[in-house]
């Protein structure tokens, strides 16, 4: 059974920097899409970027430049490096691994920015 475990979330002032981590079992990262989504209150969830296996890297519009996904095969990790955040980026976060029909979720990490 997949598993992935979200950490790295809290609460930062505007302009700060968060780095948020997603532990995975097996070697699931060199093969599935890794990707972050997040949902804030009364909206619906939106992919916030992805990486494939052939390490392609897509981000979403209001946070590219500001945000970074990478990871490491070594420590099955993927991680999401937000700098420069914006009240707009509060929402829970999560990780999700893709791969054809089969889709795993971890539980969430919240992400508040205000002052």
């Known amino acids: 059974q997949v598993q992935l475990v979200e950490s790295g979330g809290g609460l930062v002032q505007p302009g700060g920097s968060l780095r948020l981590s997603c532990a995975t079992s097996d070697n699931i990262i060199t093969i599935y899409t890794m990707s972050w989504y997040r949902q804030a209150p009364g909206k619906q969830r939106e992919l916030v970027a992805f990486v494939n296996r052939l390490n392609k890297k897509h981000y979403l519009p209001s946070v590219k430049g500001r945000f970074t996904i990478s990871q490491n095969d070594a420590e099955k990790m993927v991680y999401l490096e937000m700098d420069n955040l914006k009240p707009e980026d509060t929402a829970i976060y999560y990780c999700?691994?893709?791969?054809?029909?089969?889709?795993?979720w971890g539980q969430g990490t919240q992400v508040t920015v205000s002052s």
């Open positions: 999700n691994a893709r791969l054809e029909d089969r889709s795993y």
